[in-house]
């Protein structure tokens, strides 16, 4: 049980590039959620899904897209990558409210950014 | 959209004293979920504390309980007995019925020896 995954753990972009990172979850939990974080600003909501082949909009979607074709998968693309977009990005997962005794997230371990 | 805030950028205690650590919410909600996550060095975010709005009763963990109060919209985690490995950044979160998180700027808590 490896819970909540992110590949990779590091990576250096130039501005103008793109890339995706993957997420990947082993709990079954139906959503799924993209943040960023930075310096003095905590953890901001990029987007997010509710379940397999749904995505939404969260705080600052820009500049990000987002795919989920399947449960267990939950992809961050950066089309053109920006220094803008330099930042530690974590996926997390849970359960819907309801559904489970369990009403947190589960955080992977994150993705060092850094667009030159 | 519901908004988390923390007013103390830094903390710091002296090992096996306790420290309490402030977050207010705003919402219009009455049912929600309150959580409290600490974030070391090594960046993992790490569940320390969970709160439900409908339950009265503060929560408690160990070294680690809550002050909730409902009405005035805070939610404080207390540390009891601290240890150096307490130090670490911690977040105060909310999730809402529409099972969006929403985060503080967090709180850097210095363990003094």
């Known amino acids: 049980n490896a819970g909540v995954t992110q590949t990779p753990k590091f990576r250096v972009l130039k501005t103008g590039q793109s890339m995706t990172l993957l997420c990947a979850q082993d709990?079954?939990?139906?959503?799924m959620y993209w943040y960023r974080q930075d310096p003095g600003m905590g953890l901001r909501l990029i987007h997010y899904?509710?379940?397999?082949?749904?995505?939404a909009k969260g705080e600052v979607p820009d500049g990000y897209n987002v795919s989920r074709l399947k449960k267990q998968n939950f992809l961050l693309g950066l089309e053109s990558a920006a220094p803008s977009q330099t930042s530690v990005y974590f996926c997390?997962?849970?359960?819907?409210?309801?559904?489970?005794?369990?009403?947190?997230?589960?955080f992977g371990p994150g993705t060092r950014l850094l667009v030159l | 959209a519901q908004t988390v805030t923390q007013s103390q950028p830094e903390m710091s205690v002296q090992e096996a004293e306790t420290v309490t650590l402030s977050c207010t919410y705003d919402t219009s909600e009455s049912d929600y979920y309150l959580f409290w996550y600490k974030q070391p060095p090594s960046r993992q975010m790490i569940l320390v504390i969970r709160?439900?709005?409908?339950?009265?009763q503060n929560a408690t963990e160990n070294r680690f309980s809550v002050n909730f109060q409902k009405a005035a919209k805070s939610f404080s985690l207390k540390i009891s007995d601290s240890q150096l490995g307490d130090a670490a950044m911690y977040f105060c979160?909310?999730?809402?019925?529409?099972?969006?998180?929403?985060f503080g700027t967090g709180t850097s808590l210095t363990v003094i020896p």
């Open positions: 979160a909310y999730r809402s019925t529409g099972n969006q998180f929403y």
């Open positions: 709990m079954n939990h139906e959503y």
């Open positions: 997390a997962s849970s359960y819907p409210l309801g559904l489970a005794e369990e009403e947190t997230q589960y």
């Open positions: 899904s509710v379940g397999e082949g749904t995505t």
């Open positions: 709160q439900e709005a409908y339950k009265q």
